[in-house]
């Protein structure tokens, strides 16, 4: 089984905490349209041994593409891989691009599930961070889309923001559980290079809050969503049961994933391959096709420290057996003393020989899986 994502990188505005390859010059539209059918076709051959069982529409911002556009990309790719009866097909939803019509039509396409933006529930809090929609438009465009019988909605969230109260956070994290929806996906406010909000926090106009405080926050987003029905299966989301994403957890189950468009990245087990992220070299694709792909081939290691990233940050957690199964005796013992260190530091916890983070775990979970990274377990072992 296998994924496919779709980048479409156009965006209306900036929003000042996003790195993501976007370009806010939309009259490359139709061009890049044409392209992205064409690199359907050049990839056909490297899902060759596998169906497709989800489609991803992701950004950018896809709801700037009308829904009819969407469904042509959608045959597209029917028409040259093979998809599973009733595959997941996700959009990611700019609020302010949803009208009644526009939903209307999104309801006549194969897309079943929904992903929104929303991002934050006061005005001020979208302002600071540049979006362009306002919380009583994300709030209907919710409830439009449930009248017109979506039933697999996803919101987004962010949390962590400078001077954000913590009456405000939980008034926040009640708000999206009132909206009764199926998914919820909350990230930390991050200060990506080259970002506005990096700049301003460099400069010093900017300050983020304590590592204390954003732990706060974390605990209680987790205690929330959980006591309202929410499955905390990955760091930074929660579904209810049956309504994970299955796209995104075929990344964290190591399946094979084709990315098409600009800065897309693909996976086919063996090798890692990325899209040039430029727009311009993307739609002369049809004639320089070789130009716009990177390739990697993904070392033992590689593999192995990527298991231990996503392992840790799922609740499917490390499975030590595996380990010794893939990666040998020897591995798997040094890995399990290291995995004990923080279990008796209370980051990890054990069960039946598997392995996950505790709440103080989570929070720090880059610098665990760090040093449980294979260059780093072995070294110590010999140490
Ligand atoms: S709409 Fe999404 S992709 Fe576009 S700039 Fe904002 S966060 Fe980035």
Not at 332 to 360: D, G
Request: proline share 3%; charged share 25%.
């Amino acid at each position: 089984m296998a994924g496919i994502y779709v980048h479409i990188p156009f965006c209306k505005s900036r929003c000042y905490y996003c790195d993501f390859y976007t370009v806010t010059n939309l009259k490359l539209a139709d061009s890049f349209f044409k392209a992205l059918t064409f690199e359907i076709s050049l990839r056909k051959k490297m899902l060759k041994n596998e169906k497709v069982e989800t489609i991803y529409f992701g950004g950018g911002t896809p709801s700037l593409f009308t829904p009819e556009r969407l469904q042509l990309i959608i045959d597209e790719i029917r028409s040259n891989f093979e998809i599973i009866d009733s595959p997941e097909i996700t959009i990611e939803l700019n609020p302010d691009d949803i009208t009644p019509t526009y939903v209307r039509k999104l309801k006549a396409t194969e897309i079943n599930r929904v992903s929104l933006g929303i991002q934050a529930f006061y005005n001020y809090h979208l302002q600071l961070m540049n979006r362009r929609h306002k919380v009583f438009g994300a709030l209907k465009s919710v409830e439009s889309l449930k009248e017109e019988g979506f039933h697999n909605i996803s919101i987004d969230l962010i949390y962590g923001l400078p001077e954000m109260t913590m009456v405000e956070w939980e008034k926040t994290l009640q708000k999206a559980v009132n909206m009764n929806i199926q998914h919820i996906s909350a990230y930390h406010l991050t200060y990506e290079e080259g970002t506005v909000f990096d700049k301003l926090r460099k400069s010093g106009m900017l300050t983020p809050p304590s590592d204390e405080k954003s732990f706060i926050q974390f605990n209680t987003m987790v205690d929330h969503f959980e006591e309202n029905g929410f499955i905390h299966y990955e760091l930074s989301n929660f579904g209810r049961m049956g309504r994970f994403s299955k796209h995104n957890v075929s990344y964290w189950q190591n399946k094979p994933y084709l990315g098409i468009g600009p800065s897309a990245h693909s996976y086919d087990g063996k090798k890692r391959y990325w899209n040039v992220p430029d727009i311009s070299k993307y739609i002369r694709i049809d004639k320089k096709s070789d130009d716009i792909q990177s390739e990697e081939i993904l070392t033992e290691t590689d593999r192995f420290n990527e298991y231990i990233m996503t392992g840790l940050r799922t609740y499917w957690g490390i499975d030590l057996n595996y380990i010794q199964r893939m990666y040998g005796q020897e591995l798997s013992k040094a890995i399990e003393t290291k995995l004990n260190s923080f279990v008796l530091s209370n980051h990890v916890r054990e069960k039946e020989q598997k392995f996950y983070l505790t709440r103080e775990g989570m929070f720090i979970s880059d610098s665990i899986a760090a040093e449980l990274f294979k260059e780093h377990v072995e070294q110590s072992s010999v140490e």
